[in-house]
């Protein structure tokens, strides 16, 4: 099954160390500018989603949300969840770390497409 989220191995390093410090996470996807534009990181259930959002899918089990609207922007493409060196969003837990997540994207190829159209079918 295709997925729509994916992590790299230097996101999912962070995502275990956050685990660590601050339990269950929870990301979610916006859109805008700033921070908004930046996949953040939560403590589960510190941000609450709504008819807003949906789940795109899961990145070391942690549960991945997007807006709706992002979502309509990002619908032909699998979403790359990374981490690099920086500051990340003011608001998201991986900012003392001196790592900030970043969202990569790379298109669906056809086939993909077709699997992922039966599959929400």
């Not at 500051?87 to 497409?113: A, D, H, I």
Request: with cysteine; net charge negative.
């Amino acid at each position: 099954m295709v997925e729509r989220v994916t992590v790299t191995k230097e996101a999912l390093d962070l995502i275990n160390t956050l685990k660590e410090v601050h339990g269950d996470l929870m990301f979610h996807q916006s859109g805008g500018c700033c921070d908004g534009s930046s996949p953040m990181c939560y403590q589960r259930g510190e941000l609450r989603t709504g008819e807003s959002d949906l789940l795109l899918g899961e990145i070391g089990e942690t549960p991945f949300y997007i807006s709706k609207d992002q979502y309509e922007y990002w619908k032909h493409t699998q979403l790359i969840i990374d981490a690099v060196d920086g500051r990340g969003g003011m608001f998201s837990l991986e900012g003392p770390e001196g790592k900030r997540f970043l969202s990569r994207s790379r298109v669906f190829t056809e086939e993909e497409r077709t699997e992922l159209a039966g599959a929400e079918a």
